[in-house]
C-alpha cells in the first residue's frame, strides 16, 4: 500500500494544481474541486483495488456532461483533459516524492489512466453515435410528414380543380354551340375559344396526372390486366405524338425487337401513358433535329423496352431524382410552357406515375446517361422492364380467359 500512500501525500497539492490547470475562471475553479477531490479518492481506491474499473463511473458522469458539439469537436472530448491530469499527476509526484515512492506510483497509475482514457473514448464514440441516430431519426420523421402533406396536398388539390374545371369545359363547349353561325366576328371568338379550350386540355391533364400520382402515392392504383402486344402499343404512341415530331423536326424509330410482337398479359392504358411519358420526354428534352429511339429485348420472364435521345442528358447524381414527385431539374423558370416543346417542362409528375405504373406491374425502370450537357448533348437512355406475363396474375381473368381459348 506504498503507493497509495504516497499519493495521500500529494492530495491537496494535487487537488489544487490540477483545478488551477483545468480551469482558468474562479467559479469554475470553485466547482470543479469538488469533482477533481471525487476523482482523486477513486483514483486512490483504483490503486488500492488495483481496479483500474473504479474510475468508470465519474468518467462516465463527465462524458455525459459533454456537449453535442464538445464531442464533435476533438478539441471538446475528454482526452486532452484526462492527459492533462495525468501529466500534472506525474510532474506532482515527481516534486514531492522521493524517487522510488514516484516510480511506484507511475507504474501503478499508468494502467489506471490508460483504461480511462480508453473507457472515455468508447463512451463519447457512442454517445455521440447515439445523438447522431436520434437526429437521423427526427430527420426521417419530419422527411416522411414532408411527404404526407405533400401527398395530401397533391389529393386536395386535384379533387378542388377538378369541379371548377369540369364547369369551365362544359360552359366553353355550350358557348361554342351558341355562337351565332353568321356572326362577324364568329371567327375570331372560335380562336379565342379554341384557346380556352386547350388551356382547360392542359389543366385537365396535370389534375390527371396529380390523381394518378395520389393513388399511386396512397396503393390505390389497380391495373386491369388485358393482352397486348408492345409493337402495337408503341406504334399507336408513334401515331399520337406524329405531329409534334414533325413540328420539332425529330426522327423517332420504333424498331422491331424479339420480344415486341409477343402477347403478354398487362394494362394497356396504364402501359400506353407510361411509355407516353418516356417518349415524350425524349422528344421535349431533345434539341430540333435530334434522334429518339425505341428498341428492346427479350430477356428471361421479362421483355426489356428501351428509350434512348440525343438530348440534353441527366446528370448521375439526378437519376434517383427525376422519379420523384416534382422532381423537375433546371431552372424551372427557364423551362418554355408546351408539352413538346424543347425543355417544354411540365410539373415534374410523368416519370413518378411512370414508374408507378412499371412498378405495379412487377417492372423496374432507370436511367442511364453521362451527364448533363446542354453543348455536346450526351442523352439519356431510359430502361423499363416488365414481365412477359403469359396470364393475367389474377386468378378469375385467369380461369376466363382459360376457359375462352378451351371453348374455341
Ligand atoms: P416533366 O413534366 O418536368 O417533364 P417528368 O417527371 O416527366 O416531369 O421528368 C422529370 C424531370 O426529369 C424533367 O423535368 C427533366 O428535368 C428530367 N428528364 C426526364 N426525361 C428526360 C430526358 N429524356 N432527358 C433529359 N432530362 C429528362
Known amino acids: 500500500m506504498i503507493t497509495s500512500k504516497s499519493l495521500l501525500k500529494i492530495r491537496n497539492n494535487w487537488i489544487s494544481e490540477v483545478a488551477n490547470q483545468l480551469a482558468t475562471q474562479e467559479q469554475v475553479k470553485e466547482d470543479l474541486l469538488e469533482e477533481i477531490s471525487r476523482f482523486f479518492d477513486l483514483l486512490l481506491q ?14 462516465s458522469d463527465w462524458v455525459n456532461t459533454r456537449t453535442e458539439t464538445e464531442l464533435e469537436n476533438p478539441e471538446g472530448s475528454l482526452m486532452p483533459v484526462l492527459s492533462q491530469i495525468q501529466l500534472a499527476t506525474f510532474n506532482i509526484a515527481e516534486r514531492n516524492l522521493t524517487k522510488e515512492e514516484t516510480i511506484e506510483t507511475f507504474t501503478a497509475l499508468l494502467p ?18 447515439q445523438h447522431i441516430t436520434s437526429e437521423l431519426e427526427k430527420t426521417r420523421a419530419t422527411l416522411e410528414k414532408l411527404e404526407k402533406s405533400k401527398s395530401d396536398f397533391i389529393s386536395v388539390a386535384a379533387h378542388e380543380l377538378k369541379t371548377p374545371l369540369t364547369l369551365i369545359e362544359g360552359y366553353v363547349s355550350m358557348l361554342k354551340d351558341t355562337l351565332p353561325q353568321e356572326s362577324s366576328r364568329k371567327d375570331l371568338a372560335d380562336i379565342y375559344l ?5 388551356g382547360t386540355r392542359r389543366l385537365r391533364e396535370i389534375v390527371d396526372d396529380m390523381i394518378d400520382v395520389s393513388m399511386i402515392d396512397n ?10 402486344w408492345i409493337n402495337r402499343l408503341l406504334d399507336s404512341i408513334h401515331r399520337e405524338l406524329s405531329e409534334s415530331i414533325q413540328q420539332r423536326n425529330i426522327s423517332l424509330n420504333i424498331n422491331r425487337f424479339p420480344g415486341s410482337d409477343e402477347m403478354i398479359f398487362a394494362d394497356g392504358e396504364r402501359l400506353f401513358q407510361a ?14 433535329g435530334g434522334k429518339v429511339n425505341v428498341d428492346g429485348r427479350l430477356l428471361p420472364g421479362f421483355i426489356e423496352i428501351t428509350v434512348s435521345d440525343t438530348g440534353i442528358g441527366i446528370d448521375p447524381e439526378d437519376h434517383g431524382r427525376i422519379f420523384e414527385k416534382f422532381g423537375r431539374l433546371g431552372n424551372v423558370s427557364l423551362h418554355s410552357s408546351g408539352k413538346t416543346k424543347f425543355k417544354g417542362g411540365g410539373p415534374g409528375l410523368g416519370l413518378p406515375i411512370t414508374k408507378g405504373i412499371i412498378d405495379a406491374h412487377g417492372g423496374a425502370i432507370w436511367v442511364e446517361s453521362i451527364g448533363y450537357d446542354e ?8 430502361h423499363i422492364m416488365l414481365p412477359l406475363r403469359k396470364t393475367p396474375p389474377d386468378d378469375k381473368t385467369a380461369k376466363l380467359f382459360k376457359n375462352l381459348i378451351e371453348a374455341n
Not at 112 to 129: D, K, N, P, Q, W
Request: no cysteine.
Open 46 to 59: 483504483a490503486v488500492d483495488l488495483r481496479d483500474p474499473y473504479v474510475l468508470d463511473p465519474i468518467l
Open 112 to 129: 489506471i489512466f490508460s483504461h480511462g482514457m480508453e473507457f472515455a473514448s468508447t463512451e463519447e464514440t457512442r454517445l455521440h453515435v
Open 194 to 198: 379554341k384557346g380556352v379550350h386547350a
Open 219 to 228: 396503393n390505390l392504383l389497380s391495373l386491369n390486366f388485358q393482352p397486348l
Open 275 to 288: 411509355f407516353r411519358n418516356v417518349i415524350m420526354n425524349g422528344i421535349k428534352y431533345t434539341p430540333d
Open 375 to 382: 453543348k455536346s448533348y450526351p442523352g439519356s437512355t431510359f
